[in-house]
């Protein structure tokens, strides 16, 4: 299947501070990507989806000031956590879709484990 | 939107067939059903995806009952490294997209744990 990574896989930051985590596609064009959470013992879950060269779509309850996405290209989206407070501590995972086939199929990144103290 | 409904947790031994239920009785005609695993603290791993027929890859065979309402994820030989949180999901499309728009809604799962 295709590759999609991340980076950093895991980063501890200070309370106030802001992280950027990186998504890219490598080996394949990502019409859209799609950034979740998942807490401990929870499921994922989507918090926003993004189109290349177009603003995110946020789900309900997520702040977008906070969680600014940005997704530049056709491989790379960022995900920034601005002012981070210890409740933001989770483990971030990317997702990128693109043309396979002759279908639209999901591939998920290996996560980032955001520990925030 | 379409849920499905997972066992929380199963057993199965070690080189045994792992079969994985998942109940979708309210899925619509043009939905596809979708199979993926997280082993932990990992991100989700692609197994297989169908519609009406049976699918099966180097992964995982799909079994769709003939109204749809369920499938059942089988893994032929499982392994220790098979233990993991599998997630059913039912694709919705975004009508005019021509598969090209949808979202991937991940419940709760079922954690399939390996005995050797």
């Known amino acids: 299947g295709a590759v999609v990574s991340q980076h950093p896989s895991w980063v501890i930051c200070k309370s106030g501070t802001s992280v950027k985590i990186e998504c890219r596609s490598l080996?394949?064009?990502?019409?859209?990507m799609f950034w979740y959470r998942q807490f401990p013992k929870q499921s994922l879950m989507l918090m926003a989806t993004?189109?290349?060269?177009?603003?995110?779509?946020?789900e309900q309850g997520v702040e977008k000031d906070k969680f600014l996405i940005n997704h530049a290209s056709l491989t790379l989206s960022t995900l920034t956590v601005t002012s981070a407070h210890p409740e933001d501590s989770s483990f971030y995972i990317c997702?990128?879709?693109?043309?396979?086939?002759?279908?639209?199929?999901?591939?998920f990144g290996p996560g980032t484990r955001l520990t925030v103290t | 939107d379409a849920k499905t409904t997972q066992p929380p947790s199963m057993d199965c031994a070690e080189g045994r067939a792992a079969n994985l239920p998942c109940n979708h009785s309210?899925?619509?005609?043009?939905?596809?059903v979708y199979w993926y695993r997280q082993i932990h603290s990992q991100g989700p791993q692609y197994i297989i995806h169908?519609?009406?027929n049976n699918e099966t890859n180097e992964m995982a065979s799909l079994i769709i009952t003939e109204d749809r309402k369920s499938s059942t994820l089988i893994l032929p030989h499982a392994t220790l490294r098979d233990t993991a949180v599998y997630y059913c999901?039912?694709?919705?499309?975004?009508?005019?997209?021509?598969?090209?728009?949808?979202?991937?809604?991940f419940g709760k799962g079922t954690l399939l744990t390996v005995n050797p």
């Open positions: 997702s990128a879709r693109g043309l396979a086939g002759r279908s639209y199929e999901q591939y």
């Open positions: 080996d394949f064009q990502a019409t859209t």
């Open positions: 993004s189109n290349e060269g177009s603003k995110a779509t946020y």
């Open positions: 309210t899925i619509s005609g043009n939905e596809y």
């Open positions: 169908g519609l009406k």
């Open positions: 999901i039912v694709r919705v499309d975004d009508e005019y997209s021509g598969g090209s728009n949808y979202k991937l809604t």
